[in-house]
């Protein structure tokens, strides 16, 4: 890779980065929160209108801007924009000036446990801009459409169904997949307080269990899937239950399949007799943290379940899971399908959540130039730039990718980046600098105040 420095387009935010070369470009409630931060901003030009239960309207900004950038850009939130919760110099500027200026962006996280409405409020109140969530994708934010189903992927639709969820505050995580739609959530909670004997040791969370779990819908109900929400906190039970469930005859509680190592069998029998499908909602093996040095995340707990269930299995069968998050394909292909209805909102002052987007019949009929180019910023190799570098869009959109220097990778702890990003920059503000030479998108000064 080349260095390179970009022309000085924040003032003294631009830095140097590194490029990997490549042929020429092609040139609080939330709203009280969110009016909070426009007054102290003076906008009064910015249209701004909430639908219950939560954020659901993009912001219209300027409308004085040049041609409809046919660029965007996405964000991690954890080591890009925020750390420790705390707003990463220049990430806030960043944000502001990108909506000044109707260039479109998304927020695309492997974090969860809240549910959308509420994590962009607080997003909001602490970078002190306005955020919506037509812009913001989470981990677990595509089980949504597994209420009514996927026909493309062959999943049947789990409204009506049972099925178990999990996550760090599993009460939580119920109340999240309750109003994505799930009628029949069932916590690990519940089976504990139905079964005591389940898990033969003194439970590390019993208050929290008591005082959180519901009655099962039946002694030994059938699970008809199972979601990690976001990183759990008690790894030994849930493994426990969540074993006991891929081991079942049907997904039902309490039972045990009798194709289970059966050597005339596929796999020798194992997840071969209607056990319910596992879905984990992010890979992350690390993250960063407020500790000085990374932390595991989900994807250590997910390693975990594997390695048991190779034990258990002598090894004969593969864990069969569903994993989403970046980097997988499911995720990003979710994200660009929000990113663009974002952006058509954006530039045509229309309604994510209207059929024709149009503020009128007249903006309802007016089209944009196609989305060309996506740059993914990101602080995780193997999560943000794998997927940006591995996502073929059906679009034909190019997604690249942007590594920074504020979050989990670090060259000194773990050399080169085992996934190679288009250019490395110290920060967001950096990245979007660059992105906007390349773009032939003129900045400069346009970050004061």
């Not at 970009?6 to 040139?27: D, I, K, L, M, Y």
């Not at 493309?152 to 309750?178: F, M, P, Q, W, Y």
């Not at 056990?275 to 989900?298: I, V």
């Not at 009128?360 to 794998?386: F, H, Q, W």
């Amino acid at each position: 890779m080349r260095a390179f420095r970009p022309h000085t387009v924040f003032g003294s935010a631009a830095s140097a980065c590194t490029q990997r070369p490549h042929p020429h470009p092609t040139p609080l409630s939330p709203v009280r929160a969110i009016s909070s931060i426009l007054q102290g901003r003076g906008v009064s030009h910015l249209r701004l209108s909430i639908r219950a239960p939560g954020l659901s309207r993009c912001y219209s900004i300027d409308r004085k801007s040049p041609k409809p950038p046919p660029f965007a850009f996405a964000f991690d939130i954890d080591g890009v924009l925020l750390h420790v919760a705390k707003p990463i110099p220049g990430a806030t500027q960043t944000l502001a000036y990108l909506q000044r200026h109707n260039i479109p962006f998304i927020l695309l996280t492997n974090g969860g446990g809240k549910h959308e409405t509420e994590r962009v409020a607080d997003l909001s109140a602490r970078l002190d801009v306005p955020l919506t969530t037509d812009n913001f994708v989470q981990s677990h934010t595509p089980f949504r459409e597994l209420v009514h189903g996927s026909t493309a992927a062959d999943e049947e639709a789990l409204k009506d169904k049972n099925i178990l969820v999990t996550g760090s505050d599993a009460a939580k995580c119920r109340r999240i997949a309750e109003q994505y739609g799930f009628r029949h959530v069932i916590t690990p909670a519940d089976i504990l307080a139905a079964h005591p004997t389940v898990w033969p040791f003194e439970p590390l969370l019993a208050e929290l269990y008591a005082s959180t779990a519901r009655p099962l819908p039946s002694a030994n109900p059938k699970i008809d899937a199972i979601f990690v929400f976001n990183d759990p906190r008690d790894w030994a039970l849930d493994i426990q239950i969540i074993l006991d469930l891929l081991q079942s005859r049907d997904g039902v509680l309490g039972t045990y399949s009798a194709k289970n190592g059966r050597a005339d069998l596929e796999g020798r029998g194992w997840q071969q007799d209607g056990q319910p499908p596992l879905y984990f909602s992010n890979p992350d093996l690390l993250w960063s943290a407020a500790y000085h040095l990374p932390r595991f995340g989900q994807g250590a707990f997910q390693a975990a379940v594997a390695g048991v269930w190779a034990e258990v299995t002598g090894g004969a069968a593969p864990l069969r899971r569903t994993v989403i998050g970046k980097p997988h394909a499911r995720t990003y292909g979710f994200a660009e399908r929000v990113l663009d209805a974002h952006r058509r909102a954006i530039l045509l002052g229309a309604d994510p959540t209207n059929g024709n987007l149009g503020g009128s019949s007249e903006e309802g009929k007016r089209e944009v130039d196609p989305l060309r180019t996506v740059y993914m910023v990101g602080d995780n190799p193997a999560s943000d730039i794998r997927g940006a570098n591995e996502y073929a869009s059906p679009a034909g959109t190019r997604w690249t990718s942007v590594l920074v220097r504020t979050g989990v990778w670090n060259p000194e702890r773990g050399g080169a980046p085992a996934y190679e990003p288009e250019v490395i920059v110290d920060d967001v503000r950096a990245a979007v600098a660059w992105a906007l030479e390349r773009e032939g998108w003129d900045g400069k000064g346009l970050l004061k105040g």
